[in-house]
């Protein structure tokens, strides 16, 4: 959190002073924390309930409220805090960014968050009683602070990839030390089809999510480009493939997959820490904006310029058509027509080729996004396994991408073009799977179902257990 703490606000946002004030302490190592998500409020920070209001002074707000979940939070010298500055009953919220001074009175741990995984982690939920902040400490200005929030996020989510390329590198490591050693029906466990194939995958999307890693991180140093599609198609494909990875390499490693490293040290056998790798991993997709979220932003982000063509918003159902028919009239028959681009990269025939699919599948993609639109109108909005589906499919074609230019890259390892081959191979079949999903699915019938499990209609289906967390009987309350 020293990335989206106070340091990347105030480099992106600060003023002169506030980086004078602030940025030394932060490099000598004082730590930061980020304080935006507060138990009432997750994915949809807007609806938040802390306050901070003017005192009678004008010179200080007061903070009130509750922030939950923040790392670093209990032990941070610095924290940047969102909070209302309108009237809570106004509907429109108007959120600011301020700098808050750990050692604040009125500041104070509320519980210390304990998690299945992240043991390292100073995490908890805080309560601001009456915390005084001197207006200067305000970031970016009145009202600015919930697209602070969301644009600190942007760059600083970019961290997510390159941890779960390090996590996969561990998985492999040990994949590849006991599925040589392990031997079952007389070879080793990595020369059985179903291991081996766990095992090229790991290595193919291992590839592929430092090569999104290293190319999403190569663009934000660029600081002229807007990212913000880039890191969090990086962060979906990077932490689901970790997952993934995880799940496979637990697999390889059987029953010692499941068991603790202590309990293998204590009958003598390697203590790989399967587990803990584990519990690690799976908070990826859920911090920095959950996989939902991210789908749901970048399906709006490739929405927007469709809307705005078509002289639609999200919340009415007023079109353009003469506007809309003029522009797609040109546009559209463009997507079907083959073009004979020369990308002018040194690549061999065999990855070549995935080059020339990942044209001709993001023309697909256009199509298929339009014809959603025809479909579905501004009811494409609240059809998020479609737009799940075309998002995913976007990551896919972004990660055969990174992977086969950091094969043209000079110096890249002449047998990496194996694993780009098999990670292209491998997405390119994902991405036709979602191609036909899009057209045909159980999308309706799924909902239906889920909307009849969430209403009890299935109450039967869940009877007959003892339950692990229920303190009272079903249905009494
Ligand atoms: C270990 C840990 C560290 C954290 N660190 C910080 C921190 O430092 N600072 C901070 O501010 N926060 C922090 N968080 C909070 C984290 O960012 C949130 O957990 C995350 O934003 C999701 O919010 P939520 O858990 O309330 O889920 P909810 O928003 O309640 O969502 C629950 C489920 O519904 C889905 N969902 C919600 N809305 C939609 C929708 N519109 N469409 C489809 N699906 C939807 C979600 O994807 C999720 O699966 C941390 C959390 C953890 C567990």
Redesign the pocket.
Known sequence: ?QS?GVPQPLKMFGTEEQKKKYLPRLAKGELS?????EPG????PSKMATTAVLDDDSENYIINGQ???????PVADLLIVMARTNDPKEERPEITAFVVEGDSPGLTTAHR?D?MG?KG?Q?GLLNFDNVKVPKENIVEGIGRGLALALRTLNTGRLTLPAACGGAMKQALEMVIEWANERQQWGAPVGHHEAVANRTATLAADLYAVESLTWLTSALADRADTDIRLEAAMAKLFCTEALWRGIDSALQTRGGRGYETADSLKGRGETPMPMERLLRDAR?NL????????MR?FIAREALDPHLKIAGASATSDKVDFVGAAKFYAKWYPLLWLPRNINFDVNLPWKLSRHLRYVERASRRLARDLFHMIGMHRQGLQKK?QILGRLVDSGAELFAMMAALSRCASPGAPTNAADLADLFCRQARRRVNGMHKAIYCNDDVTAYRTARNVLNGEYAWLDDNIVSTWRTEEKGEK
């Open positions: 959190h989206i924390a980020f304080a935006l998500t409020v997750g994915s949809d922030k939950l979940w923040i790392s670093n939070g968050c998690f992240l982690l995490n908070i859920i911090i920095e904006g959950t996989s939902d979220i749901l998020q």
